[in-house]
C-alpha cells in the first residue's frame, strides 16, 4: 500500500512537471504611444498574467500567463474593455469611445502624427468600407 501511495504521488508530481502550466503568446494590439502602452498593459495585467509587454514600435504585445487562470480571450476582452483592438477582436464603439483624445488610435490624422500607418482592419469589413474609414493599402 505504501509503494502505492508513493508511486501515485510520484506520478502526479511527474505530470505537473511536465506539463507547464503557463502559457507563452503574442497578439497584435492597436495603440499609439506611452500612454497607450501603458493603459494596454495595466488591463492585460488581470490576475494570472506574468508578463505583458507591448511594442509601441511593433504593436506586438507579449504574454506570458498561467492558463490554469486566465485565458487568452478573457485578456483579449480585459483589453477591449480600455478600448483597444486586438487583431480579429475589435473594442466595441462605446469602449473604444472612452480613449483618450490622443490615443485615438483609429483615427487616420492621429496615426499620421505617430507615423503609422492603416488601423488593424475590422473582421468582415470590406475594402472599400476600409478606404472609407481612412485605411490605405499598398495597393
Ligand atoms: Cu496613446
Known sequence: MKSLLFSLVLLSTISLNGQSKFSITSIEVDGLCGMCKE???N???IPGVKKADWSQETHILELVFNNKKVTTASIIAAI???G???KDYPASDEQYANIHGCCRFRDPDQRA?????DALCKPGETHEEHHEHG???DH
Open 113 to 117: 502624427k505617430h507615423g503609422l500607418g
Open 39 to 41: 493603459r494596454i498593459e
Open 80 to 82: 477591449n474593455e480600455v
Open 43 to 45: 488591463a492585460a495585467y
Open 84 to 86: 483597444h483592438d486586438v
Open 135 to 137: 485605411g490605405k493599402h
